[in-house]
């Protein structure tokens, strides 16, 4: 019997509910209680200021719902500033054959507070998200080994949401930055290969955010963000 386990965490701003992370995981019935542990701890102590809600949800799945697929290839370009992380990223989205890069750009470092991806249409450059403040948040995915989930380890759990998120018929590429003040690194993602830049944004800055490219020769939207939203993925690495 396998269970899925997701924790939110948020805090009060003002009048405002500011999300400040989320972390899950698909376990088996004897791990359940320490994974439920360590998602709480972790979501009562996050980077991004102590939560004032954490919200735990488990839900039973049924293990033939599952699909089973193989991680990302990963390479890291170095760079020193993120000038320069940002003139890289610009030139592997080109060779992608996406005819403007900067737009993608644009969108990725004007982001705030989204929970959520933006979903980026490159044929006519519209979003396709239905809720725009929010984005698509992809859910129901973990990797197949365990590993301990009491902090976050940005690399491996964007790889897991990168490889499973890649894996959709009509996403073709994903861009990065992570919202953590002091994680300076994000990545391109492609169908092959996840790409990590090592400086795409200033430390101490928290704004950050995901932008899928989504190509609609390839699938319908609908039934790309039902399986971003609701297939359950677990990755092998
Ligand atoms: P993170 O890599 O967790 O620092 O997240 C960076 C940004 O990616 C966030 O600000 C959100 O806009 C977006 N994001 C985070 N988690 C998800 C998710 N599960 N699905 C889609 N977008 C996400």
């Known amino acids: ?83 320069e992380g940002l003139v890289v990223m610009e030139k592997l989205l080109n060779s992608m054959g996406i005819e403007n890069p900067q737009r993608v750009i644009d969108l990725l470092i004007n982001t705030k507070n989204m929970r959520g991806a933006i979903i980026l249409n490159i044929l006519s450059l519209e979003r396709m998200e239905g809720d725009l403040d929010k984005g698509v948040r992809v859910t129901n995915m973990d990797f197949a080994s365990r590993r301990d989930i009491s902090n976050k380890n940005h690399f491996k759990e964007a790889l897991c949401l990168a490889t499973k998120t890649l894996n959709a018929k009509a996403i073709i590429g994903e861009v990065c930055i992570s919202d953590d003040p002091d994680y300076v690194t994000g990545y391109l993602a492609n169908k092959k290969e996840y790409i990590r830049i090592t400086k795409l944004k200033e430390r101490g800055d928290l704004n950050g955010g995901r932008v899928f490219l989504y190509d609609p020769r390839l699938d319908t939207i609908e039934n790309t963000i039902d399986y971003l939203e609701n297939q359950l993925v677990i990755v092998h690495e």
Do not use: C, P, W
Request: glycine share 4%; net charge neutral.
């Open 1 to 83: 019997m396998k269970y899925s386990v997701k924790m939110r965490a948020s805090k009060n701003n003002d009048k405002e509910n500011l999300h400040i992370g989320g972390a899950e995981s698909i376990v088996d019935e004897e791990d359940l209680l320490n994974i439920i542990n360590s998602l709480a701890s972790r979501g009562l102590n996050h980077s991004r200021g102590q939560a004032d809600f954490v919200n735990i949800k488990i839900n039973k799945v049924r293990e033939e719902d599952i699909i089973n697929i193989r991680a990302l290839k990963t390479k890291t370009i170095e760079v020193d500033t993120k000038e």
